[in-house]
T-cell receptor, first 113, second 116 residues
Framework: KQEVTQIPAALSVPEGENLVLNCSFT??????LQWFRQDPGKGLTSLLL?????REQTSGRLNASLDKSSGRSTLYIAASQPGDSATYLC????????????FGKGTSLLVTP | DAGVTQSPTHLIKTRGQHVTLRCSPI?????VSWYQQVLGQGPQFIFQ???????GRGNFPDRFSARQFPNYSSELNVNALLLGDSALYLC???????????????FGDGTRLSIL
């Protein structure tokens, strides 16, 4: 059974810092890995998708990397802003299903002015 | 373009009742998935439908059922509600083409279900 773990569970940083969120998964047989953002009481916003054959994806101040063999992904946020405060979730699409996302519990990020 | 829309946004029920949640996917998306998210946890997969057929089911009891309509919208039904069914129910849509690994899932804002 695919297990997804996110570290740290919570993080507080001052505005302007660069930060890294970590995601690990137990089974390297995945189709892709997706990073999402969730604001309190809201749904999920897709940030980045990395296909299993890719090493990284970038969107603006966000960069996500994938090391499938070691079962790890990182989300790098440059020059953090208070508006980045949210919960960040990573999810993998297992290779044995191709459709159901397996999520971690998320990292709750607070960026203080 | 409209994103994934879910209705209602909030719902309060009592134990033993049943509930129907609705989801409209992004235009052109043929796949709809349902997830349950309890407070402090990541979403858990319930169902996926593609072209009106059930493609997969998560580890949920038979009290949970779903269907997809010809216009690709979907309903999630839950019977005999329990206190533990209180959660945020999320719907996601995607193009859903088999074997494609570059198609992200897009989520709606969810339905907050509270069981008293």
């Amino acid at each position: 059974k695919q297990e997804v773990t996110q570290i740290p569970a919570a993080l507080s940083v001052p505005e302007g810092e660069n930060l890294v969120l970590n995601c690990s998964f137990t089974d390297s047989a995945i189709y892709n890995l997706q990073w999402f953002r969730q604001d309190p009481g809201k749904g999920l916003t897709s940030l980045l998708l990395i296909q299993s054959s890719q090493r990284e994806q970038t969107s603006g101040r966000l960069n996500a990397s994938l090391d499938k063999s070691s079962g790890r992904s990182t989300l790098y946020i440059a020059a953090s802003q208070p508006g980045d405060s949210a919960t960040y979730l990573c999810a993998v699409t297992p290779g044995n299903s191709g459709y159901a996302l397996n999520f971690g519990k998320g990292t709750s990020l607070l960026v203080t002015p | 373009d409209a994103g994934v829309t879910q209705s209602p946004t909030h719902l309060i029920k009592t134990r033993g009742q049943h509930v129907t949640l609705r989801c409209s996917p992004i235009s052109g998306h043929k796949s709809v998935s349902w997830y349950q998210q309890v407070l402090g946890q990541g979403p858990q997969f319930i169902f996926q439908y593609y072209e009106k057929e059930e493609r997969g089911r998560g580890n949920f009891p038979d009290r949970f059922s779903a269907r997809q309509f010809p216009n690709y919208s979907s309903e999630l039904n839950v019977n005999a509600l329990l206190l533990g069914d209180s959660a945020l129910y999320l719907c996601a849509s995607s193009l859903g083409q088999v074997g494609r690994v570059d198609q992200p899932q897009h989520f709606g804002d969810g339905t907050r279900l509270s069981i008293l």
